[in-house]
């Protein structure tokens, strides 16, 4: 099975201070895709520089020419997926077709909360995004678009002239539990994962590889349930909230043997974290591009 190497570039440059030199060197390099995170503050990253996640996108489509950009993820914290259709649906032309969504239910933090609303329970985050990817799908296909929702709604929706991509670009549907790998399964042209996050603190690499393979028996069990052959989805891991962290990244040979093992569970594109040094995402620049550069050729 062939397998794919793409980057994940944080938000945290200004773009005429280093920001665009990375997405054009990301390119360079030959990555298959470099995607950056949808928030408007992350992590131990909330008091630094953090730029908005569709505006640099559409930066790194003019000074880009080959490779693909999208969210890792896009989720309904704070996103309208009327709004949202028309910014992809610009940027997909701007792009001249190269963008990937990938969104996610979201979770608790600083998106969840920052507009002032009540932080939503796992079950309300689960039924908003039910209700939000089948209404971007549609706002993204259909020239005009009416839906009364539950949580969003939708009057004469204009979309024309639609995506560059056709259909429509492509979802990568961020998802572990059961409902969502049904629209997984229903909507997304690829599926992502960054692992089980209760072994990141306490778990082992192995146990890590044992709950990934659990996972991917949900989604082929997900694409049963309609009919979907599994393997027309691709399988994306988001690296660095597995229990080996950032070792992979320490030598060529550690993330060769990585990524082999993770081909064989069945996954086709493996996103690293650009290097951010005094982060979680350090890591040794010279071993990172020759990563980029040399490890799919070293797996065959």
């Known amino acids: 099975m062939s397998l794919r190497l793409s980057t994940v570039i944080l938000p945290v440059d200004p773009w005429h201070g280093g920001g665009r030199a990375k997405w054009q060197r990301a390119e360079e390099l030959g990555f298959h895709a470099a995607y950056t995170y949808d928030h408007l503050s992350w992590r131990s990253f909330r008091d630094g520089t953090w730029f908005g996640a569709l505006p640099v996108l559409t930066a790194a489509a003019t000074a880009t020419d080959r490779m693909r950009l999208g969210t890792l ?18 940027l997909d032309d701007i792009s001249g077709g190269r963008i990937t969504l990938g969104i996610g239910a979201g979770g608790n933090g600083f998106d969840a909360a920052v507009l002032g609303q009540e932080a939503w329970t796992p079950r309300e985050r689960a039924d908003r995004f039910g209700e939000f ?14 839906q009364q929702g539950d949580f969003y709604t939708a009057e004469e929706a204009r ?10 670009l492509p979802f990568a549907v961020a998802a572990t539990g059961p409902r ?36 991917i028996e949900k989604l082929g069990k997900a694409c049963s349930e309609i009919d979907r052959d599994p393997a027309d989805l691709d399988r994306i891991l988001l690296h ?16 060769v043997d990585f990524a082999g093992r993770h081909r064989e569970l069945g996954f086709t594109e493996i996103v690293v974290h650009w290097p951010i040094p005094d982060s979680d995402f350090a890591a040794d620049p010279t071993v990172f591009e020759s990563i980029a550069t040399e490890a799919l050729a070293q797996l065959g």
Request: hydrophobic share 35%; proline share 10%; net charge positive.
């Open 73 to 90: 993820v896009t989720s309904p914290n704070f996103r309208h997926p009327v709004t949202l259709a028309k910014e992809l649906i610009s």
């Open 240 to 255: 660095g909230f597995t229990p080996d962290r950032n070792g992979p990244l320490e030598s060529l040979d550690a993330f």
């Open 180 to 215: 969502g790998m049904r629209l997984a399964a229903r909507y997304g042209q690829a599926w992502v994962t960054t692992g089980d996050p209760k072994l990141y603190e306490t778990g082992t690499p192995e146990q890590s590889v044992g709950a990934l393979r659990g996972q």
């Open 133 to 146: 990817v089948p209404l971007l799908d549609r706002l993204l296909t259909e020239g005009a678009v009416s």
């Open 159 to 168: 979309n024309i002239p639609g995506c560059t991509q056709r259909p429509r």
